[in-house]
């Protein structure tokens, strides 16, 4: 309201002013009506300039309000820019202090780059290498696997051939059995006869006949059995026969089971070894520590049997037993045999 008034008294005092300065400059002659009439044009100059200083006035006034209501507007948003100045000048000294670490890490993660990026050279290198020798290996196992294949179709050639060879020696032993057998017999029948032939010589058929005594040679003969399960054996370890069923001149011996040859001469040993169900057996006949004969029981359905036999010529002492044989593949120390009187070891003395 202060600023109106101002405005309105400016242009009023300049109207008057001017209204004063022309009535000086035609300062009239003539009469008062004429003077009167000056004064009455003058005054409605006044009040024409005066109405249009008003009208002026109020057009300052509105603009003067819209102005207000701007700079409020403008002080608001003042307000709201000094505030969000001050978020951003703090955001930009901890964006700095970001930035500072980043650079920092930036720095550090080049340099592990740098690192990762001479072991990544030495990988490429290592890796040609190993594709290299993996091109050998590939050749070499192409290699083995011709080999292999050579060496199973000989394996099984062998293992038909042993078990022709098998079969054969089965046949074989039981062939010598029975020589053995029909040689006792004939054995027996020579020295029946042969004493026949002597008695003949020595009493005349007209004397009195004058019988001597004279001792006959002891028989020795022996027939072991195995009555409990045998487990955990190994490599030469000895197979036990815990029973003895026939010991005719006391050759075997029950606690080394080992027989023992109480006199020189030639001897018959047979022995026969079950398996466990599906389990493999490897055994020897051993004279005085050296292997004779071998045996092999095993069967993937059901038991084995194997059997050792052999004509052997001992001296007195000489020592005959059955052992696991040497194979390590197989004879790992868990060797189980199968007892119950269905594995046994058995001799005699065929001649001295």
Avoid at 169 to 185: G, M, N, P, Q, W
Avoid at 252 to 263: E, H, I, T, Y
């Amino acid at each position: 309201m202060v600023l109106q008034f101002s405005l309105i008294f400016c242009g009023f005092s300049l109207v008057l002013a001017k209204t004063y300065t022309n009535y000086n400059e035609h300062k009239p002659v003539k009469s008062d009506q004429t003077n009167e009439a000056n004064m009455a044009n003058q005054m409605e100059v006044v009040l024409t300039t005066l109405k249009s200083v008003m009208d002026r006035n109020a057009r300052l006034e509105n603009e003067l309000t819209r102005t207000n209501k701007l700079l409020n507007i403008l002080s608001t948003e003042y307000s709201s820019t000094k505030e969000l100045l001050y978020t951003l000048t703090r955001d930009y000294a901890l964006t700095k202090q970001n930035m500072a670490a980043l650079t920092i890490e930036h720095v550090s993660t080049k340099d592990e780059l740098a690192a990762l990026t001479t072991e990544h050279d030495a990988n490429i290198q290592n890796l040609a290498a190993l594709i290299i020798e993996h091109t050998s290996t590939k050749e070499e196992l192409a290699t083995l696997t011709i080999m292999h294949t050579d060496t199973k179709n000989r394996l099984l050639a062998l293992i038909d051939d042993y078990s022709t060879t098998n079969r054969i020696l089965h046949t074989t032993r039981t062939d010598l059995d029975k020589a053995s057998f029909e040689l006792v017999k004939v054995k027996r029948a020579l020295a029946h006869e042969k004493e026949r032939n002597r008695q003949s010589r020595i009493i005349p058929p007209t004397a009195t006949a004058v019988t001597t005594s004279k001792p006959v040679p002891q028989s020795v003969a022996f027939f072991a059995v195995m009555t409990d399960h045998q487990q955990h054996l190994g490599i030469h370890q000895t197979v036990g026969f815990q029973r003895a069923v026939t010991n005719v001149g006391n050759g075997w011996d029950g606690q080394a089971n080992v027989f023992r040859a109480p006199k020189a001469g030639l001897y018959y040993f047979s022995a026969t070894i079950m398996s466990h169900y599906a389990e493999d057996i490897e055994t020897e006949l051993v004279m005085k520590g050296v292997p004779i004969v071998y045996s092999y029981d095993g069967d993937k359905a059901t038991h084995g049997v194997g059997t050792l036999s052999a004509v052997l010529n001992l001296s007195v002492g000489d020592d005959v037993w059955i052992r696991i044989y040497n194979n390590p593949v197989k004879n790992d120390g868990n060797v189980r045999v199968y007892g119950g009187a269905w594995s046994w070891f058995s001799g005699f003395l065929i001649s001295e």
